[in-house]
């Protein structure tokens, strides 16, 4: 399965009573194993829990810290990016290179790399003190 088939059959799954925007993300670790999370909403809205978030989780609980691949699809006229939260998330566990493809059901599409979805992405590093 393709890691846009992934995305795409999570998306499904998508519990979104509140905005009815599903969205899935499936993600590709170092392994080479997909990850897959959807977004999940709750009547305290909007503190839900994003496609990407979910996949990230779903791949620590796997015991993996690595990813090498992020896709993201939503039903929408144009591609969708990650949250800011999200974006945070994914370059804690991707470097500046890892190509995130942005799809629409109905077909368009963008990639971009992580680092040029969050220029300057906080990171691990800064916390350290000499």
Known sequence: MSLLDAARDVRERAYAPYSNFKVGAAI?????AIYKGCNVENAAYP???????????????????????VCVIADSPTPVTPCGGCRQKLSEFGKGDVPVRM?????????VTLEELLPGAFKKSQMERS
Do not use: H, N, Q
């Not at 059901?105 to 963008?110: H, Q, S």
């Open 28 to 32: 590709r670790s170092k392994s080479g």
């Open 103 to 111: 799809a629409t059901t109905d077909g368009p599409e963008v990639t």
């Open 47 to 69: 503190e839900g829990t994003c496609a990407e978030a979910g996949a990230i989780a779903a791949m620590v609980a796997a015991g993996e810290t690595e990813l090498i691949e």
